[in-house]
């Protein structure tokens, strides 16, 4: 391939007369013969095209591998390309560059050059197959080609004229691959076959599906059209047909016309899908044809009311800003960082992919830890209304699903009812209390609710029809994770929320309780001062929880106490000291136990866990005369009882070992006590605990007052891991323990503990029974004189 006599130079460059300056393109595959528009912004490509239009010489116009590739080497290149001389050439801004090129043979690189301030490579011409091309074949095309221009929009007639002018097959084959709707790599696969007739094989594959869809596609749009013309037709007949019977007088005191002209004018403007709409008109056309008073109508004229009354026009999503999100989660809650994290997670990976299949959160923790308003706090970052579905109690199937039209008084299930309220498909919707779904098929129907494949045809039984809930954001609540039935858990990402230590409650108190508090009290800022020392005394004295809605409570009780002197004139402002909460809430409700059971042989300070938050327990053991009985009292689960057998058993094999006189288990009956009210108590991380308060009383030496335990035990004497350590440890700083001896094999879990709770606490690690005497007991006066 010869482009001019000698060689072209470029200032002081020069090319050999085999090479092309190459231009690297996108998307764009270009055909001999083809005129085509490129833009250009790469500064080595805008180079290339003013060296090009200066010396008035081709370009090799060359497809990359990667698009995303600002720079691509020779490897990043296909090998195959289209030389193209350049008819215009037009600079643009911002340093850009448009021209209009005409493609005129292909080529196939050879060897890249270098020293040049574009990119430049030897090439070599590629010739055309010999192939013979039958007739019928190039007709077939041309047929198809001409189709395909008829059935897509807005394609100019000029192109069809086009198509009856070519006569050469191989050309032919060049102008339908550029102008057929093909990936670039499928065209580069075309630019690379040099056999016009292999050219024409794969072209009329591919038009016949491309026209055989649209085919179909075109036949849709059109019952479509005709659909909507209909019941647009039929509304407007109604409308005068009212006015008619309104003018002679008919019907003057009956309004029903009236109102299915309304609804009429409803549907039509309730963006209802195609196939919703035409079901809406044909029932009200049936509507029209009924007795007004009857009971089928009144209920027909119901359905149609809620299609009218739902959201099926998806709003424009208000675009996540990601610094505002975080302010607003700052701003409503406290700590909780890497919740915050998660939730940022997920509103960027909305933010980037709106229609994608976002993971259900779904908030595990106990009570009054900021679940349902961390659901607000999304809402409103995501500037999207916020709707709650309280599933507490809920079995039935009908009511996620909602009743079908042959019962009286049917309704839609919960999920429609709560987007109607709240008036946008893409709402947030909180599904609180996912954990306590009564036995029943409602677990069942939520599954269709909270699966992406599925929920974007879910079926109202109510409505019949489908309603998409895919742009819903969904999240979910639940107390304990267990309770969850696994179908439902499957489907959800699980973030536990923790409870509280006190500096957090005393944090979330000043910055958010009390003001809300007292806005709710009607007292204005300045009205009331209530002392760091006080709301410390409130959370130590007046609140024992895991979340903080008791202690809102109290100081929502320590306001109106205040609010009442206020609005008696006897006071204008009033501090609340310490002192003072004995007077207004009465005596503290909490004490510190564990200081009254220090120095206690035969008691220990366990380590719980409940659904709602840590706890700790006391396990009591005392011996009496007997025969060698075991009691268990408190309200003890079979885990536990199976625990203190496990501990009494090893206490009589290690009792020649620790001194222990092995005729005291027969002489004597062990009573071991939970003393907790009347609160059922299970649960597998007691062992230990049980174990040293037995071992306490019979070498009558008195466990350490300020260590609690938590470990399971086997037979052979090992201290097992536990489950639930955040929630045990959290209780334990809350109740004044400063050290807390953990199975060693829960090391590796030290690191998601609080902070503040390992500043505080000391901790020790058992691997075996001998480990929890050796640092649980208090230290024997006897050995420390020795």
Same mark, same amino acid.
């Given at each position: ?463 019949? *029809? ?5 742009? *819903? ?314």
């Amino acid at each position: 391939m010869t482009h001019s006599a000698g060689r072209h130079r470029f200032d002081d460059l020069q090319l050999p007369e085999d090479a092309l300056i190459l231009l690297p393109v996108r998307d764009v595959v270009p055909f001999p013969g083809m005129v085509f528009p490129l833009s250009v912004r790469r500064a080595s490509s805008v180079t290339a095209v003013e060296q090009a239009v200066r010396t008035d010489c081709p370009l090799g116009v060359v497809l990359q591998r990667d698009p995303s590739e600002d720079a691509p080497d020779a490897s990043g290149l296909h090998e195959a390309g289209c030389v193209a001389t350049v008819l215009r050439y037009v600079t643009g801004p911002e340093s850009g560059a448009h021209l209009v090129c005409r493609g005129t043979a292909r080529f196939r690189l050879s060897q890249m050059l270098r020293g040049y301030p574009f990119t430049a490579a030897r090439v070599a011409p590629l010739p055309a197959g010999s192939r013979p091309v039958p007739p019928t074949a190039a007709e077939d095309l041309r047929a198809l080609a001409s189709e395909l221009f008829a059935l897509l929009p807005h394609v100019p007639q000029v192109l069809t004229e086009a198509l009856a002018d070519v006569t050469d097959p191989g050309e032919l084959s060049d102008l339908v691959a550029a102008l057929a709707d093909l990936p670039a790599e499928d065209k580069q696969t075309l630019l690379e076959s040099l056999d016009p007739m292999a050219r024409i094989e794969s072209l009329t594959r591919h038009l016949r599906r491309r026209v055989e869809v649209l085919r179909i596609t075109h036949d849709i749009d059109a019952q479509a059209r005709l659909s909507l013309d209909r019941h647009h037709r039929d509304m407007m007949l109604r409308e005068q047909l009212a006015s008619i019977r309104h003018e002679l007088g008919e019907r003057g005191d009956d309004p029903s016309g009236s109102e299915l002209c309304g609804l009429a004018r409803a549907l039509a403007d309730a963006g209802l899908p195609p196939e919703v709409e035409a079901r809406a008109f044909s029932e009200l056309a049936r509507h029209d044809r009924m007795a007004p008073d009857s009971a089928e109508a009144t209920a027909l004229r119901n359905w149609l009311e809620w299609l009218t009354e739902l959201p099926w026009r998806l709003p424009e999503d208000a675009s996540v800003d990601l610094a505002e999100a975080r302010r607003v989660l700052d701003a409503d809650h406290h700590g909780l960082e890497r919740i915050k994290a998660r939730i940022l997670e997920h509103l960027a990976v909305r933010k980037l992919a709106p229609q994608g299949k976002a993971p259900i959160l779904c908030f595990v923790g106990p009570p009054g830890v900021g679940k349902t308003s961390l659901g607000q706090s999304i809402a409103r970052a995501m500037q999207r209304p916020f709707a709650r579905l309280s599933l507490g109690g809920v079995s039935d199937e009908a009511e996620i699903r909602g009743h079908r039209r042959t019962y009286v008084g049917a309704m839609p299930g919960a999920v429609i009812q709560q987007l109607r309220r709240a008036g946008a498909r893409n709402c947030v919707l909180m599904l609180d209390e996912v954990d306590k779904l009564g036995p029943g098929g409602a677990s069942a129907a939520l599954l269709e609710v909270l699966d992406p494949a599925q929920n974007a045809g879910f079926r109202d039984a109510y409505l019949g *029809v489908d309603f998409d809930l895919s742009r *819903v954001v969904l999240l979910a609540t639940a107390n304990v994770l267990d309770d969850i039935p696994a179908p439902l858990r499957d489907r959800m990402e699980v973030m536990p929320l923790r409870g509280y230590l006190e500096d957090e409650k005393l944090e979330i108190a000043q910055r958010h309780l009390l003001p809300l508090q007292s806005a709710a009290t009607g007292l204005a800022p300045g009205q009331v001062v209530v002392t760091p020392d006080t709301l410390s005394a409130l959370v130590r004295g007046y609140t024992r929880e895991a979340g903080v809605r008791e202690l809102e409570r109290q100081i929502g009780a320590l306001l109106r106490h205040v609010a009442m002197r206020i609005a008696a004139g006897t006071a204008s402002s009033v501090r609340i000291a310490h002192d003072d909460l004995p007077r207004i809430l009465g005596a503290p409700r909490h004490e510190n136990e564990v200081a009254l059971r220090m120095g206690m042989p035969g008691v220990a300070t366990a380590l719980a866990w409940s659904p709602v938050g840590g706890d700790i327990l006391f396990i009591e053991a005392t011996c009496t005369p007997g025969a060698g009985r075991l009691t268990l009292t408190g309200q003890l689960g079979e885990v536990m009882r199976e625990s203190a057998q496990a501990a009494l058993t090893l206490l009589k094999a290690r009792a020649a070992t620790l001194g222990i006189d092995a005729s005291v288990f027969e002489r004597s009956d062990l009573h071991i006590h939970v003393p907790a009210g009347a609160r059922p108590k299970d649960g597998a991380s007691a062992g230990a605990a049980i174990f040293a308060a037995l071992a306490s009383l019979l070498l009558d030496r008195p466990l350490r007052g300020d260590t609690a335990l938590s470990g399971e035990i086997s037979l052979r004497g090992l201290v097992l891991p536990v489950d639930g350590l955040r929630e045990k440890v959290v209780a334990a700083a809350a109740a004044g323990i400063t050290r807390v001896l953990l199975p060693a094999r829960n090391r590796r879990d030290l690191d998601e503990l609080p902070e503040r709770a390992r500043r505080q606490l000391g901790f020790g690690w058992l691997e075996t029974v001998d480990d929890v005497l050796a640092q649980a007991l208090e230290t024997n006066p006897a050995d420390s004189a020795a």
